[in-house]
């Protein structure tokens, strides 16, 4: 089966760089799904989560923002920050939220502050929602792996 090069990258670093079989992606017009020979494209990422497939295993991000590049075996993503999920700190990502909204309900902020909290805010959001998901997941394989030892000690009895 062929697969997808990916490559991840924010100011700061190269994120990820690996071959795929499907990347999801959340951009202005709705979540895509990309697959080998996709079209061509380009299109305008949106704080959200990405998931990259590679056989049965699935990789999460969050990130807050940037470009995709989709070429028919190839896809870029230049995000502004993009994080994995094994890396988020849920409680300090509520934290910013909580701040950030203070600012704007304490105090009179212009359009273009007001457009930054709200943006942060956002983008606290999909941090948030990856971290859960990853947590729920490590919850769930755990919880099935606890199962099977059961399962195998009862027939050993």
């Known amino acids: 089966m062929e697969k997808i ?40 990422l949106v704080p959200g989560e990405i998931q990259v497939r590679m056989g049965k295993n699935v990789k999460f991000m969050a990130v807050s923002g940037g470009f995709i590049e989709v070429l028919s075996t190839k896809v870029v993503v230049l995000a502004d920050t993009a994080e994995r999920s094994e890396e988020i700190d849920i409680r300090r990502a509520e934290e910013a939220i909580k701040r950030a909204q203070e600012l704007k309900e304490k105090r009179m902020v212009d359009a273009r502050e007001f457009a930054m909290l709200s943006a942060k805010i956002e983008k606290e959001f999909a941090r948030i929602r990856v971290g859960r998901r990853r947590r729920t997941s490590i919850e769930q394989q755990a919880a099935e792996i606890g199962k099977y030892q059961d399962e195998k000690m009862k027939k050993k009895e």
């Open 5 to 44: 090069n990916l490559k991840i990258v924010t100011p700061e670093k190269v994120v990820l760089r690996d071959e795929a079989d499907s990347i999801t992606l959340p951009t202005m017009e709705g979540e895509i799904t990309i697959l080998p020979n996709h079209i061509p494209l380009i299109a305008v």
